[in-house]
């Protein structure tokens, strides 16, 4: 069979789609999962193509219609998560003018959260639920041999009008068994070329970032309420053995400096994660360049893990944080505690690994209370929080216990009205959605208030020392944490209304870097208007309020 496997074109930095933009796109992330399917595609003797959209100049319309047109595919493969609807939608309806004959799949998150619902809106020709790899290749052989498909589990298809869900498909038990990830289609060159020092928070502290995706486990044993986990609901490790394979093949090949674990709990076993740091370190010493890797945790693990991960090369944790409230604590469904948040960030600290994180608000037991308790804590912890935790609102995505709560008490009355809504205005965090119990609109609109200038008033604003564009191109600055100057390269004084986030290369705190005018028209409003007068006054502009 021909496939080809299309990565949709999606700035997940800001979470904005435009289907008329004809730009190329360098702040993406690798759709690992859609490289396992070509992967495993491969492997069963297909012939397989990828079109990376992000990599292509002009309208995805045009691309995918000359694709179509000048070569015949039997399948291609799309998908994602919720946040990928209109890509996705676009997507199929590009494809289905342009080759009717050509099977549509589509699978990710997107799907498997809502797949009655998904298949209604996107009409494709089959849909996958859950993980691909096995249903992928099943699929494609049965339709190739005209096969019974009502034998492949965890697929929908449409027969005699008829919306048909086969058998669910069970979790891959032994990871090991799947081949790597297949990124020989997608300019993976180029995606380094074009990565930058200012493209994430992740790999800031590199001056020529050269990362690689990985994921070393499936699922999360937790169940959030926030949370949606795509790969279904049993959590999974590959073998460390096999992760440090596919590492020492990818950091050979591409010359990479920072590996990103994307897992969504990187371990829960201690032996398991000093196994890695063990053999990490004594591959990664070998090399003639340095190598750096970040990953996510919860904070209740075993601390004394953070100085071996540190000598390892571990640059930077995501923490699952979300509220300092035990009351929204419980209510979340985190099962942690104020005291486990607190030595955490402090252990981070003290061992200078970076942490990034949020503090989410609007909980269904939230109130002005319980966010006063997080609120309070983040002004006056600044000191562990290092300016790298953000302030923001929840989100109900597809799938998730919150979001099937406001469905069942009509906070969402239409979910493909909420859907489409969200595809055409997009996911707008300055005006979040009120999911509470008990707060009124005005109680409501008092805590977005309190959560934004907050938010503002703590952040702390630097203008660099010195630009040496013309002999070094680069940057001096003087860390406000730690008091150190740090020196950048690849990188230019801001420009006139410029605002550029930055950490730390000496304690990983993270502040925002402006010009002198920025920074001089700045001081000059707040002092007429009053800081908390003049963002919210913003705010309020933003969201289509009067003044």
């Known amino acids: 069979m021909k496939i080809l496997i299309?990565?949709?074109?999606?700035?997940?930095?800001?979470?904005?789609?435009?289907?008329?933009?004809?730009?190329?796109?360098?702040?993406?992330?690798?759709?690992?999962?859609?490289?396992?399917?070509?992967?495993?595609?491969?492997?069963?003797?297909?012939?397989?193509?990828?079109?990376?959209?992000?990599?292509?100049?002009?309208?995805?319309?045009?691309?995918?219609?000359?694709?179509?047109?000048?070569?015949?595919?039997?399948?291609?493969?799309?998908?994602?998560?919720?946040?990928?609807?209109?890509?996705?939608?676009?997507?199929?309806?590009?494809?289905?003018?342009?080759?009717?004959?050509?099977?549509?799949?589509?699978?990710?998150?997107?799907?498997?959260?809502?797949?009655?619902?998904?298949f209604g809106l996107l009409k494709p020709d089959f849909i996958v639920i859950g993980e691909g790899e096995i249903t992928a290749?099943?699929?494609?052989?049965?339709?190739?041999?005209?096969?019974?498909?009502?034998?492949?589990?965890?697929?929908?298809?449409?027969t005699d009008g008829k919306l048909v869900f086969t058998k669910e498909r069970q979790p891959i038990l032994d990871l090991d068994r799947l081949p790597f990830p297949d990124y020989s289609g997608i300019g993976y060159e180029e995606y380094l070329k074009n990565s930058s020092a200012t493209s994430s928070f992740i790999n800031d502290f590199l001056?020529?970032?050269?990362?690689?995706?990985?994921?070393?486990?499936?699922?999360?044993p937790y169940n959030c309420t926030f949370c949606y986990h795509p790969l279904g609901k049993k959590y999974r490790q590959r073998s460390v053995d096999n992760i440090m394979d596919e590492l020492k093949y990818a950091i050979e090949k591409y010359h990479i400096n920072l590996v990103i674990f994307l897992d969504e709990l990187f371990s829960q076993n201690t032996e398991r994660v000093i196994e890695?740091?063990?053999?990490?370190?004594?591959?990664?010493?070998?090399?003639?360049?340095?190598?750096?890797?970040?990953?996510?945790?919860?904070?209740?693990?075993?601390?004394?893990?953070?100085?071996?991960?540190?000598?390892?090369?571990?640059?930077?944790?995501?923490?699952?944080?979300?509220?300092?409230?035990?009351?929204?604590?419980?209510?979340?469904?985190?099962?942690?505690?104020?005291?486990?948040?607190r030595d955490t960030l402090a252990s981070l600290a003290e061992n200078k690994i970076a942490c990034t994180g949020n503090f989410i608000f609007g909980d269904t037991a939230e109130t002005l209370k319980t966010a006063e308790e997080t609120l309070d804590f983040f002004r006056n912890r600044q000191d562990l929080l290092r300016g790298s935790i953000a302030l923001g609102f929840i989100i109900p995505f597809q799938g998730t216990p919150i979001y099937q709560h406001c469905v069942k008490t009509g906070k969402i009355k239409d979910e493909i009205e909420f859907i489409?809504?969200?595809?055409?205005?997009?996911?707008?965090?300055?005006?979040?959605?009120?999911?509470?119990?008990?707060?009124?609109?005005?109680?409501?609109?008092?805590?977005?208030?309190?959560?934004?200038?907050?938010?503002?008033?703590?952040?702390?604003?630097?203008?660099?020392?010195?630009?040496?564009?013309?002999?070094?191109?680069?940057?001096?600055?003087?860390?406000?944490?730690?008091?150190?100057?740090?020196?950048?390269?690849?990188?230019?004084?801001?420009?006139?209304?410029?605002?550029e986030e930055i950490s730390c290369r000496n304690c990983h705190g993270r502040f925002v870097l402006v010009s002198n005018h920025m920074y001089l028209v700045f001081c000059a409003l707040v002092k007429f208007f009053g800081f908390t007068r003049l963002y919210l006054l913003k705010q309020r502009i933003r969201r289509g309020l009067s003044p």
């Open 420 to 499: 489409e809504q969200r595809a055409e205005y997009g996911y707008d965090i300055n005006n979040p959605m009120n999911l509470t119990e008990s707060l009124s609109g005005r109680e409501f609109e008092k805590l977005k208030d309190m959560v934004f200038t907050t938010s503002y008033v703590t952040r702390k604003f630097i203008i660099p020392k010195k630009d040496w564009w013309g002999v070094r191109n680069g940057i001096e600055i003087n860390c406000p944490y730690c008091d150190k100057p740090f020196y950048v390269m690849n990188r230019k004084l801001p420009k006139i209304f410029d605002q």
């Open 207 to 220: 001056d020529s970032p050269r990362s690689y995706t990985i994921i070393g486990s499936r699922s999360c």
């Open 276 to 341: 890695f740091c063990q053999k990490f370190k004594t591959y990664t010493d070998t090399l003639s360049w340095n190598v750096y890797w970040t990953c996510s945790l919860r904070v209740d693990g075993d601390l004394s893990l953070i100085p071996v991960m540190k000598d390892s090369g571990c640059s930077l944790v995501a923490l699952g944080l979300e509220s300092y409230s035990p009351t929204i604590l419980k209510s979340m469904r985190k099962h942690i505690a104020q005291e486990q948040i």
């Open 6 to 118: 299309i990565f949709v074109r999606f700035n997940n930095q800001r979470l904005i789609y435009n289907k008329h933009s004809t730009a190329k796109n360098k702040n993406y992330l690798i759709p690992v999962g859609l490289a396992y399917i070509s992967a495993v595609l491969k492997e069963s003797g297909h012939e397989v193509s990828c079109l990376n959209l992000n990599n292509r100049e002009g309208l995805v319309e045009n691309i995918i219609r000359q694709e179509l047109t000048s070569d015949h595919y039997d399948f291609v493969f799309l998908g994602g998560l919720s946040i990928y609807y209109p890509d996705i939608k676009d997507c199929v309806a590009y494809i289905r003018s342009s080759s009717p004959k050509t099977k549509i799949v589509l699978g990710g998150g997107l799907i498997s959260s809502q797949p009655e619902i998904m």
């Open 137 to 158: 290749r099943e699929l494609v052989a049965c339709v190739g041999n005209l096969g019974d498909l009502s034998q492949v589990n965890g697929i929908g298809y449409k």
